[in-house]
Protein backbone atom coordinates (compact mmCIF):
# COMPACT_ATOMS: atom_id res chain seq x y z
CA UNK A 1 0.00 0.00 0.00
CA UNK A 2 2.85 2.48 0.65
CA UNK A 3 4.61 1.57 -2.50
CA UNK A 4 1.18 2.85 -4.13
CA UNK A 5 0.69 5.93 -2.71
CA UNK A 6 4.87 6.62 -3.17
CA UNK A 7 4.06 5.59 -6.79
CA UNK A 8 0.89 8.40 -6.73
CA UNK A 9 2.64 10.77 -5.17
CA UNK A 10 6.03 10.51 -7.63
CA UNK A 11 3.01 10.54 -10.93
CA UNK A 12 1.44 13.51 -9.39
CA UNK A 13 5.05 15.63 -8.89
CA UNK A 14 5.52 14.38 -12.02
CA UNK A 15 2.25 16.08 -13.73
CA UNK A 16 3.02 19.16 -11.73
CA UNK A 17 6.35 19.48 -12.82
CA UNK A 18 5.24 19.07 -16.42
CA UNK A 19 2.64 21.51 -15.66
CA UNK A 20 4.99 24.33 -14.76
CA UNK A 21 7.37 23.55 -17.84
CA UNK A 22 4.17 24.50 -19.99
CA UNK A 23 3.36 27.58 -18.74
CA UNK A 24 6.82 28.88 -18.31
CA UNK A 25 7.40 28.10 -21.97
CA UNK A 26 3.88 29.63 -22.40
CA UNK A 27 4.86 32.95 -20.37
CA UNK A 28 8.44 33.04 -22.68
CA UNK A 29 6.30 32.86 -25.51
CA UNK A 30 3.94 35.20 -24.59
CA UNK A 31 6.90 37.37 -23.72
CA UNK A 32 8.59 37.19 -27.51
CA UNK A 33 5.41 37.44 -29.25
CA UNK A 34 4.25 40.56 -26.99
CA UNK A 35 8.03 42.11 -27.98
CA UNK A 36 7.81 41.69 -31.90
CA UNK A 37 4.39 42.97 -31.78
CA UNK A 38 5.69 45.95 -29.75
CA UNK A 39 8.97 45.95 -32.43
CA UNK A 40 6.53 45.89 -35.20
CA UNK A 41 4.64 48.76 -33.84
CA UNK A 42 7.23 50.99 -33.06
CA UNK A 43 9.10 50.29 -36.77
CA UNK A 44 5.44 51.31 -38.63
CA UNK A 45 5.12 54.58 -36.69
CA UNK A 46 8.78 54.84 -37.90
CA UNK A 47 9.81 55.55 -33.78
CA UNK A 48 13.29 56.65 -32.81
CA UNK A 49 15.48 54.47 -30.70
CA UNK A 50 15.78 55.78 -27.35
CA UNK A 51 19.97 55.79 -27.89
CA UNK A 52 19.61 57.85 -30.70
CA UNK A 53 17.02 60.30 -29.23
CA UNK A 54 19.63 60.88 -26.11
CA UNK A 55 22.63 61.16 -29.02
CA UNK A 56 20.67 63.89 -30.52
CA UNK A 57 19.65 65.60 -27.15
CA UNK A 58 23.47 65.91 -25.74
CA UNK A 59 24.14 67.34 -29.25
CA UNK A 60 22.05 69.66 -29.49
CA UNK A 61 22.26 70.28 -25.56
CA UNK A 62 26.03 71.31 -26.43
CA UNK A 63 24.92 73.35 -29.35
CA UNK A 64 22.75 75.67 -26.86
CA UNK A 65 25.77 76.37 -24.68
CA UNK A 66 27.86 76.88 -27.88
CA UNK A 67 25.26 79.68 -29.13
CA UNK A 68 25.19 81.14 -25.63
CA UNK A 69 28.69 81.32 -25.15
CA UNK A 70 29.00 83.03 -28.79
CA UNK A 71 26.00 85.59 -27.99
CA UNK A 72 27.84 86.57 -24.97
CA UNK A 73 31.20 86.60 -26.78
CA UNK A 74 29.18 89.20 -29.38
CA UNK A 75 27.62 91.09 -26.87
CA UNK A 76 31.23 92.03 -25.01
CA UNK A 77 32.66 93.10 -28.45
CA UNK A 78 29.50 95.83 -29.15
Known sequence: MIKAKDKVLDDVARVAGGTFSIFSGLRQSVHEDIKARADE???RLNLVPREDFERLE?????QEQRIQALEKTVKNKK
Open 58 to 62: ALVQA
Open 41 to 43: MAS
